[in-house]
């Protein structure tokens, strides 16, 4: 996947203090104050660590990984700050619904964590101007269905892709172009590429070497002997903004999803049909590339002013043919367009949950080249 320029277009999206900012949207009236999300150990009242806070408490000096007692005691005094305890169902709730929107977007899609993911959209942006516009989008669309904001960085790969999206935090959206990437990356520190850890800094701040311009400049034989051939020769290219890493889907995806935006908005479901049948056999023939069955269908539609609707239904077994499929997604589909007659929908989608192996776990992966080429 290249653009005609021939570089690739991925970008790297993470959501601003995550647990934190899901908290903030449950309950509106957190917003402003110092917001501390815990993980309680029990033992007493205070202890356990900080599992992350907004950017009011950040203020403070509250960060992810310090003792509960220290936050509360940078916190001392301010009458409005508040803790609590991690919500993780809550947050993988909000997790799948905001991967499954981006996915929407994407061409390659790949979830490296709860609250972020790389996309390649090297098919879909024509230059990394049209890729900064649909950035912009992506975080549109977030922030008005989800309520959320987010980073995002847009590089030629995915290590220069995550330096960007950290680089401007948070609601950020930072483009590093390949003609301009030297300049962008020199000056900052080698603990900036992720691949180089604490260990490896440490071993190069020995070697004289602090920002990523002086490691551009250490012999590759060095790097080699120092570190090995595997990572002497990724921190060699890495320093010169070179990373081939593909954007790759993961195996164990726990959905299939397929978004369309139609060449004309709807505001009936029968002005969608053929739309809804294509998508309905688009996610059917992945499903059978990967060898899994679905139990839910859910229909997703994205209305002219962004809002984002959707309905599912679980059916009694497992199955992997389309009638099934494309009946029960345009019974969801008319039950949407039926609630309310003004819509104008812009984007349709079909997802597929549930999902369950009908084959051997080694056949999903043997089938995993076919799938990047098919989505
Ligand atoms: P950001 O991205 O700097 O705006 O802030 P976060 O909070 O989104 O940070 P990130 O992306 O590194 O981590 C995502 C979530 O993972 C975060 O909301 C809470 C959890 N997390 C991160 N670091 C820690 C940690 O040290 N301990 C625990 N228990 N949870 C953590
Ligand atoms: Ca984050
Ligand atoms: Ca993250």
Redesign the pocket.
Known sequence: MRTSTGSRIVMHI??DY?YAQCEEVRNPSLRGRPLTVCVFSGRTEDSGVVSTANYAAREHGVRSGIPIRIAKSRLAGISDAAFLPVDMSYYSEVSEKSMSLIQSFAGRFEQV????CFIDVSELASSFEVAKTLASQIKDSIKKSLGLTCSIGVAPNKMLAKIASDFQKPDGLTVIEPESLQNFIANLSVDKISGIGPKTSKRLGELGVKSISELAGLDQFKLVEEFGRKTGTFIHNAARGIDEEPVAESGESKQIARIITLKNDASTSVEMSNELRELCQSVLEIAKARKMAFKTVSVIIILSNLDQKSKSKTLKTHSNSLEPLHSTAQMLLNELMESDDSMRVRRLGVRLSDLQNTAGQNTISQFMGDLNGLS
């Open positions: 993470d959501f995550f964590g709860i609250d972020e």
